[in-house]
C-alpha cells in the first residue's frame, strides 16, 4: 500500500515563499499521477496542482497560476510544490494524493476522489 509523507509546511509572510515535499514508500510513484489539495480552514479541499504520469501534463486552477509550480522526481519517489508569492488565503492543510486513473491531470478540474492514496497533510500559515 502506497504511504504519502508530506513535510515543508510552516509560517510565513505574505509574499515569501514555502517549498513542500511528499515522499512515497510501499509503492513507486511512477506508475501514479499525482496532485496536491488544499483545505483552507472551515472549507473543502481543493486542488490546487496535478502533475500525470506523463510530466509534462499539467493542471493548476487560476487562483495559483504562476505561483505554484509541481514537479516529481521518481527516481526518489517525490513530488515537490514550490509556492511563491504566497497570500493569507493559501493558509490551510496542503496534502499530497496519488492515482493510477489514466486520465489524471488531462484535464482542469481533478477532485481528491479521483485519487486512490492521501497523505496525512501538512500546515501552511501565512500571516499578512
Known amino acids: 500500500q502506497l504511504n504519502l509523507v508530506e513535510t515543508g509546511g510552516g509560517l510565513v509572510k505574505s509574499g515569501e515563499s514555502l517549498r513542500l515535499t511528499c515522499v512515497a514508500s510501499?509503492?513507486?510513484?511512477?506508475?501514479?499521477?499525482l496532485a496536491w489539495f488544499h483545505r483552507a480552514p472551515g472549507k473543502d479541499r481543493e486542488g490546487v496542482a496535478c502533475i500525470g504520469r506523463d510530466p509534462s501534463r499539467l493542471q493548476y486552477p487560476d487562483a495559483v497560476k504562476g505561483r505554484f509550480s509541481v514537479s516529481r522526481d521518481d527516481a526518489q519517489n517525490t513530488m515537490y510544490l514550490q509556492m511563491d508569492n504566497l497570500k493569507p488565503e493559501d493558509t490551510g492543510t496542503y496534502y499530497c494524493v496519488a492515482g493510477y486513473k489514466d486520465w489524471l491531470c488531462h484535464y482542469s478540474d481533478f477532485w481528491w476522489t479521483d485519487f486512490n492514496a492521501w497523505g496525512q497533510g501538512t500546515q501552511v500559515t501565512v500571516s499578512s
Open positions: 510501499g509503492g513507486r510513484l511512477d506508475g501514479y499521477a
